[in-house]
């Protein structure tokens, strides 16, 4: 069993950054891969990025590629999601999750069914 703490969220100007963290708990916490998802409001949730274990191998959503970068700190148990240029569109809900395997497969650790644990969730709002 995992358990998954999001924190970092809040309001932030256009343009402006926030760093999200999740923190895990949990037997072998530092094997599973690690994704973030968002949830707008009215929409589906979404994958944002992964990171493999050792965070060799990283995966972003087209639409933060080059504004986010995902990284962990397997000392700590934490993973983070570094959120740069910020613009309204990435106003949501985000989500932290466990995977116990980094499929390798095309984008299959963009699908939430590929991960096996989740947070509550963390709230970022954007705007002026």
């Known amino acids: 069993q995992v358990q998954l703490v999001e924190s970092g969220g809040g309001l932030v100007q256009p343009g402006g950054s926030l760093r999200l963290s999740c923190a895990a708990s949990g037997r072998s916490s530092s094997r599973y891969a690690m994704g973030w998802f968002r949830r707008a409001p009215g929409k589906d949730r979404e994958f944002v990025a992964v990171?493999?274990?050792?965070?060799?191998?990283?995966s972003y959503a087209d639409s933060v590629k080059g504004r986010f970068t995902i990284s962990r700190d397997n000392a700590k148990n934490t993973a983070y999601l570094q959120m740069n240029s910020l613009t309204p569109e990435d106003t949501a809900d985000y989500y932290c999750a466990a995977a116990r395997t980094y499929y390798s497969m095309p984008s299959a650790m963009s699908r939430s069914v590929s991960y096996d644990y989740w947070g509550q969730g963390t709230q970022v709002t954007v705007s002026s």
């Open positions: 990171i493999n274990y050792n965070g060799a191998t990283t």
